[in-house]
């Protein structure tokens, strides 16, 4: 639910160009996180704009950079996540996950072999130890012409492996080890991943299959924090994320307890690299933050972050997920507090065709937070031929801005 802080910065960084100034800003009409304005923004005689803005993602909860700012003036993860989460407490949770591996885009779960490799039906609850014969260098979870869940190993050519002399499983299968197993992708790429390696049915009917790593929490979250923010962040800083992380994914697997995976390894839901990501730093900050979540109502809390508020956070439906200005987001480094990017009105015509030519640019409603106001809610695109509305959401997806929160 957020943009990885590494993200490129957006193309088009303009230099030396004059901003448009508003024509007319005006606060009215304020309700809930809304305010209506009449900003208005001529088409500079250049054709280019000048877009600035503040932040790096939708500001919910947590600014990793605002943690990692946190952490540089002596604040504790305990009080990182109190400032970014009001009203929510501390808890413990157990269990384990099951994260979709979107990279594995075949109906095959291919492992390396190793030794100690098990297999499991998930159907007769049996499990099978692997031999280490065949000269085999890998195996299969793949299916048969009837769609049938079949075992295979690799030793130049697949041929079919029968478990306890069946030809095959009677429901799902997953491999797994005592210690962590290589998955190999599509592509030929080798990546590691502690727990269970499964090859899962989206649906009773389906024909395909998913790979999905089935582990245990804390074991997700050190393949976690390594992908979504810098290593060589303060302890604290790396600490908060871990909380914020295995607290989204605890939200997650609640939400999601009978699908056949409950969280997905991409920044559509937060980024997982497995066990090829992680390194001393990002594994003692699991460690210090053992099996902690955090709870609202006795419930584990929906602890959206992004990379950096801006200076201010957004509201985002819950209690917890509140507006307020964030002192500590002007971290040293964090060229997403601040930004600017140049963006022709030819570009913006392009995207818009019904425009005609763009006259101007109109905001008419922001959240109220900050400089100009906050974050564009509602915007005009005034052309020759016709006018566009939108979010600033969707502008801000159509041009590849870091935020909503910019202007002119």
Known sequence: MRLPITTAAVAGLAAGVLVAAPQVASAADQTSGRVSVSQSYPVPGSGRYTVRGHGYGHGHGMSQWGAQGAALQGKSADQIVDFYYPGTSLGTLKGKVRVLISGDTTSSVIVNARSGLRLRDLGSGATYSLPNAFNATRWQLTTDSQNR??????NGTWNAYSPGGN???????????????????PSGAEHVYRGALRAAEPSSTSTSRDTVNVLAMDSYIKG??????????EPAALQAQAIAARTYAAFERAENVDRYYQICDTSSCQVYGGHDKEVDSTNAAVRATAHQILRYGGEPA???????SGGWTSAGGFPYLVAKADPYDDAPGNGNHSWSVGLTANRIQNA???????????VTARDGNGEWQGRVQSMVLVGGK????????SFRSKFGL??????F
């Open 386 to 393: 016709h006018n566009v509305t939108l979010s600033g959401d």
């Open 302 to 308: 929906f602890t959206q972050f992004s990379s950096s």
């Open 149 to 154: 869940n079949v075992v295979e190993y690799y």
């Open 224 to 233: 976690v924090v390594p992908s979504e923010a810098y290593t060589s962040w």
């Open 167 to 185: 030809k095959t499983l009677t429901g799902e299968g997953e491999f797994y080890a005592d210690g962590p197993l290589t998955l190999v992708f």
């Open 402 to 407: 870091k935020s909503s929160w910019f202007s």
């Open 352 to 362: 818009y065709p019904s425009l005609g030519k763009l006259q101007r640019v109109r």
